[in-house]
């Protein structure tokens, strides 16, 4: 066996450049001057720049509406406003997920109940939800997790079946889709975030898409005024009110609109390039014991891996192993593993206080939900296994050939590293 870098051995890669994104193309640095030398830095309605993004997402999802706004964030906000929450309505939520999938349902003075996870993919665990459904239950919404869709069949037949609306975070997974339809078509309303990291980066910005006339009125209205207001709420409904709706400026910059203009164009390129990689290195770590790819659900018909491809430890296939053991020998190797470090939310203290938004929001006799953080198992389970790889969005067949061979480097070393850390000796012990 070749000595591990770990206990002194030459790594068995060298250094490579990390992941750069987002691709900025000449074409993007053109459009956006062009906005520049027109003095086109801000819009009143849907026109130009953002018109054009706005119609791509249309043509992209099949809706009939789409909306864009400063951030995902906005977009998710304005997602539940849409759906004309009132005051100690609930709303399920995966416990695992990035805190703007939840955080907005405060906003609305509802109530987010959380839910576990399938301890295999980290997303929401659709035979879970009945556990949490009350009188109170108006909707779920869930995350399409790291560029994998979330079992959306089965959440959506659950969903119906008790006159739940569903939305959907896609934040993590432009271009992603299952069970025959693109993610942000499966729910009543879809969220979209255009931050740096996701597949379609523009700084900062979001889009909400709808075939919901009612649901897209009022999330105009939430975000917008005067010409968008007048342009697009024209119900019997809302249409007096369009024109100051509610006071907040969700508008996304121009510049930012261009560069996801250009950005949606390049998509298919960019997640046909990452799912030859991950594909590759997928096939070749299933041939490596103590590790295994991300599962890949049956219903599931393209992945558009996010900024981390996660592939699961499995600690009883090299003698039990610690995971931490085994991410710093093969880091050590020259491969950037790592481990997820973000908390789930019921281990936010926000989750954890009665008192944190009193004077701020107000779920009428209905009380937000406390959690001591020990609620969900699938999701210790997912956290227990997971490990990161960062997402190439080039062709590197190379590199994936590297990253494995360095990790069964590693394998082979396996009873060795567990001889020392069971005896305490110090696992490094410098080069050479």
Same mark, same amino acid.
């Given at each position: 066996m070749t000595r591990l870098a770990l206990h002194g051995g030459e790594p068995l890669l060298k250094p490579v450049e990390r992941p750069k994104w987002p691709n900025v193309t000449e074409d993007d640095i053109e459009a956006v001057t062009a906005l520049l030398r027109r003095g086109e830095i801000t819009y009143n309605g849907s026109e130009g720049e953002v018109q054009a993004l706005e119609n791509g997402y249309r043509s992209l999802l099949g809706s009939a509406h789409a909306l864009a706004v400063?951030?995902?964030?906005?977009?998710? *906000?304005?997602?539940?406003?849409?759906?004309? %929450?009132?005051?100690?309505?609930?709303?399920?939520?995966?416990?695992?997920?990035?805190?703007?999938?939840?955080?907005?349902?405060?906003?609305?003075?509802?109530?987010? @109940?959380l839910a576990d996870v399938d301890p295999e993919t980290g997303m929401l665990d659709a035979g879970g939800l009945a556990a949490h459904l009350t009188p109170r239950t108006r909707a779920v919404v869930v995350t399409h997790l790291m560029g994998f869709p979330a079992d959306m069949a089965r959440i959506t037949a659950f969903a119906r079946a008790h006159g739940l609306a569903v939305v959907e975070d896609c934040s993590q997974s432009h271009g992603a889709a299952c069970s025959g339809r693109p993610?942000?078509? *499966?729910?009543?309303?879809?969220?979209?975030?255009?931050?740096?990291?996701?597949?379609?980066?523009?700084?900062?910005?979001?889009?909400?898409?709808?075939?919901?006339?009612?649901?897209?009125?009022?999330?105009?209205?939430?975000? *917008?005024?005067?010409?968008?207001? !007048?342009?697009?709420?024209?119900?019997?409904?809302?249409?007096?009110?369009?024109?100051t709706g509610f006071g907040l400026n969700y508008?996304?910059?121009?510049?930012?609109?261009? %560069?996801?203009?250009?950005?949606?164009?390049?998509?298919?390129? @960019?997640?046909?390039?990452? !799912?030859s990689n991950y594909s590759l290195l997928g096939a070749l770590l299933e041939a490596i014991p103590g590790i295994t790819p991300p599962v890949r659900r049956d219903h599931v018909d393209r992945v558009a891996h996010y900024v981390s491809y996660q592939p699961r430890y499995v600690p009883g296939e090299l003698g039990g192993l610690p995971i931490d053991v085994f991410t710093e020998a093969v880091r050590a190797e020259g491969v950037p593993m790592s481990r997820p470090t973000s908390p789930p939310l019921h281990r936010e203290a926000a989750f954890q206080s009665a008192t944190w938004h009193t004077g701020t929001y107000h779920p009428g006799d209905?009380?937000?939900? @406390?959690?001591?953080?020990? !609620?969900?198992?699938? @999701?210790?389970?997912? %956290?227990?296994?997971?490990?990161? %790889?960062?997402?190439?969005?080039?062709?590197?067949?190379?590199?994936?050939?590297?990253?494995?061979?360095?990790?069964?480097?590693?394998?082979?070393?396996?009873? !060795?590293?567990?001889?020392?850390?069971?005896?305490?000796?110090p696992a490094a012990q410098g080069a050479g």
């Open positions: 400063n951030s995902g964030t906005s977009a998710l *906000h304005s997602a539940f406003f849409g759906l004309d %929450l009132r005051p100690g309505d609930e709303v399920i939520a995966p416990a695992y997920t990035f805190l703007a999938t939840a955080m907005p349902v405060f906003t609305c003075n509802a109530v987010p @109940v993610v942000g078509r *499966h729910g009543d309303v879809a969220a979209f975030s255009l931050q740096a990291k996701k597949q379609v980066a523009a700084g900062e910005g979001g889009v909400l898409v709808t075939d919901d006339r009612r649901i897209y009125e009022r999330a105009v209205m939430l975000g *917008h005024c005067i010409d968008r207001g !007048e342009q697009d709420v024209t119900s019997e409904e809302y249409g007096a009110y369009g024109r508008r996304i910059h121009p510049v930012g609109a261009a %560069l996801a203009r250009g950005a949606l164009s390049r998509l298919d390129a @960019v997640l046909t390039a990452r !799912e209905n009380a937000y939900r @406390v959690y001591d953080g020990t !609620e969900f198992p699938g @999701v210790d389970g997912y %956290l227990a296994r997971a490990l990161r %790889l960062p997402v190439y969005s080039d062709d590197r067949p190379g590199l994936m050939k590297g990253w494995a061979e360095a990790i069964s480097k590693v394998v082979d070393n396996a009873g !060795e590293l567990l001889a020392r850390h069971a005896s305490g000796a």
